[in-house]
């Protein structure tokens, strides 16, 4: 699933683009992933883009007469950038697309344009036409975003500080309280500051705190210039090349080379260092717990 880092890519990727540019043509291909019916999507073609923002995880296609199309990719969505919009028919629920958007310059010549796709059989992805971001409920309900000025250290500090004794990974994910952090990148900053998933938010040290903070800064920060300037056909890949925990369950941690340690969950699971995590305990896993009774 693309966080911050991807997203943020993402829309500067899509915003050089398109900001001039005027929409050609939109075709919805997944009737079910509209989530709006006024403004209809239908209005957006003609308009002439002023840009593409994030927030949090959703993606923000503004036009100078005030319309945004919105669209969070969720678990198995993607955009594709395609300098070349198949000019054949878009036939509706069939395969992964679920909308195509092609851009015209003011002369009329085609600029490119992409897809919007989503894998797999469970649809998550979301598509909504606004006249305000904050008319989208999950836009709405965003905490500061983890990368915003607005989020100081001290205010980190006091966002934990009200979370009480909820675990740091369930806090560090949770979009109404940061914006931006999924399962990922919430393992790798659990790592970089070496502490343990499931820590209650209130015991830590102030200079735990401060260290978490830097953390989150850090890695996000590194991850947008890791990610930006990659187009959208290697960005997924680049984003697993520079994990150090995430996803690397059984593999050496580059820090310290213990066995990278995971935690399933009903749909999800977390991966850690015990040895730079946890004082070298192992967390307990549900799966294998049940798997060895
Ligand atoms: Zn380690």
Not at 17 to 45: H, M, N, Q, V, Y
Not at 78 to 102: F, I
Not at 108 to 130: C, H, N, S, W
Not at 201 to 219: I, K, W
Request: glycine share 10%; charged share 20%.
């Amino acid at each position: 699933m693309p966080e911050l880092p991807e997203v943020e890519a993402l829309a500067r990727f899509l915003s050089e683009r398109t900001a001039g540019t005027r929409i050609a043509s939109i075709t919805l291909a997944s009737l079910s992933a509209l989530k709006t019916f006024s403004p209809s999507l239908t209005e957006l073609a003609g308009q002439r883009v002023s840009g593409v923002a994030r927030h949090g995880k959703f993606l923000d296609l503004g036009t100078d007469d005030g319309l945004h199309l919105l669209w969070h990719l969720s678990r198995a969505g993607w955009v594709q950038w395609r300098e070349d919009v198949p000019s054949t028919p878009v036939k509706p629920g069939k395969g992964p697309l679920a909308l195509r958007v092609a851009f015209v310059s003011d002369d009329g010549e085609p600029t490119g344009g992409f897809d919007i796709t989503e894998a797999g059989t469970q649809k998550r992805l979301a598509l909504y036409v606004v006249t305000d971001p904050s008319q989208v409920p999950g836009v709405a309900r965003l905490g500061p975003d983890a990368l915003s000025d607005e989020l100081t250290e001290e205010a980190f500090a006091g966002i934990l500080a009200s979370a009480g004794r909820s675990q740091l990974k369930g806090v560090l994910r949770d979009q109404s309280i940061i914006a931006g952090i999924g399962n990922a990148y919430s393992d790798e900053i659990l790592h970089a500051a070496r502490l343990s998933p499931f820590h209650p938010c209130t015991s830590l040290t102030p200079s735990e705190v401060a260290g978490l903070y830097e953390c989150m800064r850090r890695e996000l920060t590194v991850a947008i210039e890791n990610s930006v300037g990659h187009g959208t056909g290697t960005l997924k890949a680049e984003k697993k090349a520079n994990l150090a925990v995430h996803g690397r369950a059984g593999q050496p941690c580059p820090a310290c080379g213990d066995v990278v340690r995971e935690v399933s969950f009903a749909s999800s699971a977390l991966q850690y260092c015990p040895t730079c995590q946890t004082d070298g305990k192992l967390l307990a896993d549900r799966r294998m717990s049940r798997l060895l009774k």
